[in-house]
Nanobody
Framework: QVQLAESGGGLVQAGDSLRLSCSAS????????MGWFRQAPGKEREFVAS????????YYPDSVKGRFTISRDNAKSTVYLQMNSLRPEDTAVYYC??????????????????WGQGTQVTVSS
């Protein structure tokens, strides 16, 4: 079992930056892939970023590529999402997630067995 806790959300203006953090506990964090997803009201959950346990394999969708950066610190059991040049359409609840299987990574939500409670990001125009 693993527990995930996001932090760092808030209300910002368009063009601002935020850094989200996700702290993990309960199992060996360093061997599993981590991902970030978001869900806006009335919309389906959307993949935002993922990172392999070694950090060398990273995926982003086109909607955030070049603006968002995922990273991880295995010594701190923490994954980060640096979000720059935020837009109103980035407004959503952001969730971090941990993969079900050792060594896995990638955009598919079905890969992830453990989810945090989410943190709200609101970008005003």
């Amino acid at each position: 079992q693993v527990q995930l806790a996001e932090s760092g959300g808030g209300l910002v203006q368009a063009g601002d930056s935020l850094r989200l953090s996700c702290s993990a506990s309960g199992r060996t964090f360093s061997s599993y892939g981590m991902g970030w997803f978001r869900q806006a009201p009335g919309k389906e959950r959307e993949f935002v970023a993922s990172i392999h346990w070694r950090g060398g394999i990273i995926y982003y969708p086109d909607s955030v590529k070049g603006r968002f950066t995922i990273s991880r610190d295995n010594a701190k059991s923490t994954v980060y999402l640096q979000m720059n040049s935020l837009r109103p359409e980035d407004t959503a609840v952001y969730y971090c997630a941990a993969t079900r299987y050792l060594g896995d990574t990638g955009p598919g939500a079905s890969r992830y067995a453990y989810w945090g409670q989410g943190t709200q990001v609101t970008v005003s125009s």
